[in-house]
């Protein structure tokens, strides 16, 4: 099998977004390669929300250009829907599953498949999760199968089932959105191991993240979002996780008075 004719997934070009007078993304230039994962960190209201709503589909820019695989995209025709046709999946937290839906049911949300007589095919459906579940996922004798309630499932459950699911979709850029905020210990590490299955399947990432931990652990390269532009990138191994640390201190230090206040109205 030949490589793709692309060098990435996805790339922004010189992207503006301004909600009145308040400017949320400044001459935002990011993009992600094939098979990358990009960390993007920032401070709340830095414009890493923004970004991923203009890049998935959710909200246009005021002004910039959007390429996939090396092809522009027009904003027109660009869409959440659109976005999924192209093979964009977004997990957001723990937000993406009906609680009280049964696993298979949640695989297929809107995706269903359905026989020749335009009925959903529920046993194809059941088998195809159980498939996911043990063979992507991973879930060897947890006694969770396709019949399982999400309400079953611990917290880095869920995000396996969110990423399992996009994966299965056959997603070329999968975006996490805090994949492990309130999660145990024992949960993050189960999450960390399914971003790990991203990348080795070929795939590429966008892991937003808080705890820088886990966002340095990770990626292939950091990119660092302050105020509504980028102030950094860094690649794997530039910087310790200390030195990262004490880099994003030093630039909320040196925010001018006013930063908070303008943070507080900028959406995040």
Not at 42 to 61: F, R, W
Not at 147 to 160: F, H, K, P, T
Not at 218 to 230: E, S
């Amino acid at each position: 099998m030949g490589q793709p004719d692309f060098q990435h997934v996805v790339r922004l070009v010189d992207i503006e977004k301004s909600y009145g007078n308040v400017r949320a993304l400044s001459d935002i230039n990011f993009s992600v390669g094939r098979n990358e994962i990009v960390g993007l960190i920032g401070d709340n209201g830095a414009g890493k929300s923004t970004l991923i709503k203009i890049m998935t589909g959710v909200d246009k820019p005021t002004a910039g250009e959007l390429y996939i695989r090396d092809r522009k995209v027009d904003w027109n025709d660009y869409s959440v829907g659109k976005a999924h046709e192209l093979r964009f999946e977004t997990v957001y937290q723990e937000k993406s599953l009906g609680e009280k839906q049964p696993l298979w049911r949640n695989f297929f949300v809107g995706r269903q498949i359905t026989n020749r007589l335009g009925f959903i095919d529920v046993k194809r459906q059941k088998a195809i999760a159980d498939d996911i579940l043990l063979n992507q996922i991973g879930f060897r004798g947890a006694g969770i199968n396709a019949d399982s309630a999400v309400a079953q499932l611990s917290g880095g459950e869920r995000q396996g089932v969110a990423i399992g699911r996009a994966m299965h979709f056959d997603a070329d850029l999968i975006v996490l959105d805090e994949p492990t905020v309130a999660l145990a210990i024992s949960e993050v590490r189960k999450v960390l191991d399914f971003v790990r299955g991203i990348k080795e399947s070929g795939r590429a990432c966008v892991y937003i993240e808080h705890n820088l931990a886990h966002v340095h652990e990770l990626a292939d390269r950091l990119v660092v979002l302050d105020r509504g532009a980028i102030v950094a990138e860094i690649g794997r191994g530039e910087m310790t996780l200390i030195e990262l640390t004490n880099f994003l201190i030093e630039l909320q230090q040196h925010r001018p008075a006013d930063a908070a206040a303008k943070r507080a109205s900028t959406p995040s």
